[in-house]
């Protein structure tokens, strides 16, 4: 895997640089509203994920879109769950070069191959949200539509992180690669 160390001063943000421990991970808005749901493979997931966290295995990352998205539906609870996965730990919002790029190609690969799309309320936001997690962590979830925008731009070759869509096999998928780290079965 590839680390980053923090830099001083900047102990619960993740920039471009390396973490002191464990493998870090974007959870979007769609997993952490089946966890919240109890769905059965989400219902699956949140033990080993819990697990890996406590720990160290992984760390997730909060992202400034998480709180916008999760402001719909409060009932949820959805900043409280990653909150506690987080423990607080967060994407800086700044905007460098590989975060422009990332955004720039979702832009291109989005208007390219769905010209007759008509936008979604959230596109714009995980356009945001995986320009930041893209080149930062290594695993990263998000919603099927959006992994195959992100193979399309070919993100997921410029940025050696695994991406799980919200598939029951994906979430099966990123419940055995946690339960690896950890060494559970």
Known sequence: MH????PRGAANYVNRFVR???VLLYLDQNYLSGIAK?????????????DAVRRGAVQ???SPVH?????????????????????GLKLGPERGPAERRCESALRTALERDHPARAPEP???RDLE??????PRCDLVTCDAFMADLIQRARLNVWYPCEIF???????????RRLARLTGAR
Do not use: T
């Not at 680390?3 to 923090?6: E, K, N």
């Not at 949200?129 to 893209?134: C, D, E, Y």
């Not at 029951?168 to 419940?175: A, G, I, K």
């Open 38 to 50: 109890r769905k059965p493979a989400f219902r699956e997931l949140e033990p080993v994920l819990r």
């Open 165 to 175: 869509a919200g598939r029951r096999r994906d979430v099966e998928r990123l419940r």
């Open 67 to 87: 709180r916008i998205e999760s402001a719909a539906r409060p009932d949820l609870g959805l900043l409280e769950l990653l909150r506690e996965l987080s423990g």
């Open 20 to 22: 002191s421990r464990g």
């Open 60 to 62: 997730v990352a909060e």
């Open 129 to 134: 949200a995986l320009s930041l997690a893209l």
């Open 122 to 124: 959230g596109d714009e």
């Open 3 to 6: 680390h980053r160390p923090a």
